[in-house]
Each structure stands twice: as C-alpha cells, then as structure tokens.
C-alpha cells in the first residue's frame, strides 16, 4: 500500500533538495574571491628573511587597500573589479618555494607578485610559466632569472649588473682599487660576487680575494684574517643583511680599517640596529630607499608607519610600485588576461616611487634604479658618488 504524500510534505522536500544542490555549486564551482582579480603572493614570511618578506607583504596590502578604496581597477566599459591577495610563505628556500607555487597555482589565481631570494623564485618560473601566469619580481634580481627565458617574468628591482655598475662608481670616488668579495654561495649572492669579479678587473679594480661564507656562520675569523692578509682597501658583502651584520662586527673589531660596502640584499634600516656603532660609515648599493622618493614617498612612508608601526624597509618601495604597476597594465590591457597584460606590461612607462619603470626586450628594468646609501648617524644617507 503507497503512502500519500501531503502537499505541503512535497513541498518541503523540493526546497531541501534545492538547497542542497545551491550549496553543492558553492562549495564545488564558487570561491570566496567573489569577482576580485586574486594575485598570488611569494614571500619568505618565515625563516632568516621574514623581515624582507613581511615588509614587502605589508606594501602589497596597503597599495591593495588605497586601490580599492579608491574604487578599484577599471577594466574598460564601467566595469571595475577590487583586487585580492592570496599569500603563501617560501621560506627564502628552494624547496619551500616550489611547494608555495603549487598551492598559488592550485587556488586559480590570476597573478602573481613577490620574489624576495633569486635562489628560491627561480625554481618557481616553470611552474608559474606553464600555468599561463604573469610573474612581477619586486626584489629579486639575479640575471640567471631573466636568462632562463620565461616571458613571463618580469624583475621590477634592478638586476645585479646595474649593482656593479654602481659600485664603480663607488670606488672612484673613494679612490679605491684593491676589491675583497664576500658572499654566501646562493643563487643572488654568488651572482652578484660572479659579475663583480668579471667586471672589476675589466675597469681597471683589482679583485684581491673571494671569500664564502657559510649562511648563519657565527664565526667568520678566517674570513677576516684572510682579507686584512689580501691589503683590500675595500669589501663588498654579496650576501643578507642578517649574516652581513655579522661580518661587518667581526671586521671592525679584527681590525680591518678600510671600505665596507654590502649590495642591495642586506639593504635595510635592520642591518643599522644589528651592525650598531660597527656600521657607522658603511655604504649600500641600495635599491630605492622610501624616505629619498619625495612628497609621495613621505606619504607611503608615514602611512605605513602609522599602519604596521615600523618603519618600511628599502623593498618596500618596489613592492609598493608592483601593485600599482600590475592596476595600470590591466587598465592598459582593458583585459585581465595574460597574453594581454604581459603585453602591457612589456610596453609600459610607469612613473612609480622608485622612479620611472620601464623594461628591455629581455624583462629587466631598462634604467638603474639603484642609489648608494652611507650609514651615518643611526641611519641612510644619500652619497652623491
């Protein structure tokens, strides 16, 4: 014998069903992105370079914040689209880096920024490359990145070449000649100390010694001892500013009296509190320093004081302009695809803190954005070489 159904029974059923199907869609076909443009985020949030990566987040958020609230990014015909970062943690590790890149590919993002360690953004560019996404590197900079020919990847610092080129600058006006390298066997740092040794002797410096240093060595003695043995009236730490505080202590007080300078990766206000008195009158091969940028820079540089109560690193400003940079090449595009906004990006002038940006065919920054800093008086100073 069949039951009867009552209407409202029925009913009732209908309407469970139903919701169970909409709730079906959204957990299988829908994002909380809603129609946000999501840009991956590769950064060492963890790990001896935390610092840099979490300075260089905290710069993509605020550009993201000022451009939302300002009503977005306009694609073309009114419409207008909000952006939205999704974050993973590489670890300045090539490892880490790759395991980050699958989980910002898996989650269907629309690009990608970050780029802090050239020796863990290289692994990632076939990853990034064969997922059809666009890759804006706001502070890595070794020339192996661009050389491994995915035109994808765009390096918005200046890459190592344009360092060496300032640090010759550097020399001759200090009348050095007798070059001591030091770096710490990666990707970035072995390259910078590569194309100083090849270039240095080809300008008429004399390379005197190069030394390596183990990452997270405490002591570096025979480091010390084998410099002031070379009679280098110069060195120039390749490395991270968390070794290079390390080595530059330990030169000071071994005795060496001559030039220090450190490249671009130990770049930041935290190398000063950690060298203390010991880095008085060292020089920095410098990417764009915030406080030297003008009204606009004061602007970024007190808003994100008052915001994450720091003072913004000497990425930070890079960072800052890839966002900025990434809004203008879509609006460009009017499109939000790939080969379209690539394109945008190639072709682009774009008036940013750091300075004009623009690219070669090879996707290097067509001008030198580099500056050279001096430690004086508890912090940056600019040095007219």
């Not at 790990?47 to 260089?56: C, P, V």
């Not at 968390?242 to 190398?271: F, T």
């Not at 007190?302 to 400003?317: I, L, V, W």
Request: net charge negative; glycine share 10%; proline share 3%.
């Amino acid at each position: 014998m069949k039951r009867k159904i009552s209407k409202l029974t029925a009913l009732l059923i209908v309407v469970s069903m139903l919701v169970s199907l909409t709730g079906l869609v959204l957990l299988t076909g829908c994002s909380d992105d809603g129609d946000a443009i999501l840009v991956g985020v590769i950064l060492p949030l963890s790990g001896s370079e935390a610092a840099y990566g979490t300075d260089m987040l905290n710069s993509y958020k605020l550009a993201v914040e000022e451009i939302n609230a300002a009503g977005g990014v306009k694609i073309g015909a009114g419409e207008t689209r909000s952006l939205k970062l999704y974050e993973q943690d590489d670890g300045a590790d090539a490892n880490m880096a790759t395991q980050a890149a699958a989980k910002i590919t898996s989650r269907g993002v629309d690009f990608v920024v970050g780029g802090y360690a050239s020796g863990a953004i290289i692994p990632t560019l076939q990853q990034f490359y064969d997922e059809d996404l666009l890759l804006l590197i706001s502070a890595a900079n070794s020339t192996n990145i661009t050389r491994a020919g995915f035109n994808q990847s765009f390096m918005i610092n200046s890459p190592g070449s344009f360092a060496v080129v300032t640090l010759m600058e550097l020399l001759k006006s200090l009348g050095s000649q007798r070059v001591a390298l030091i770096h710490q066997g990666d990707d970035y740092t072995k390259n910078l100390s590569d194309m100083c040794s090849e270039e240095l002797p080809k300008n008429g410096f004399e390379v005197v010694t190069v030394e390596v240093m183990e990452k997270g060595a405490a002591d570096v003695s025979a480091i010390v001892t084998a410099i002031r043995s070379s009679n280098a009236d110069f060195v120039y730490w390749c490395g991270y500013h968390s070794d290079g505080s390390n080595v530059i202590k330990q030169l000071r007080r071994g005795g060496y009296e001559g030039h220090i300078a450190v490249g671009d990766g130990s770049a930041d206000p935290d190398l000063i509190e950690a060298c203390g008195e010991d880095g008085e009158g060292v020089y920095v091969t410098s990417p764009p320093y915030v406080k030297l940028a003008g009204e606009k820079g004061a602007k970024f540089f007190n808003d994100y004081s008052a915001k994450y109560n720091r003072e913004p690193g000497n990425y930070a400003t890079l960072a800052y302009d890839t966002i900025y940079l990434l809004k203008a090449a879509i609006e460009s595009a009017a499109s939000t695809e790939t080969a379209a906004v690539r394109g945008a990006v190639q072709d682009i002038s774009f008036p940013g803190l750091s300075g004009n940006i623009s690219f070669t065919p090879d996707r290097e920054m067509a001008v030198s954005n580099f500056m050279i800093l001096q430690i004086k008086d508890g912090d940056f100073t600019l040095i007219e070489p």
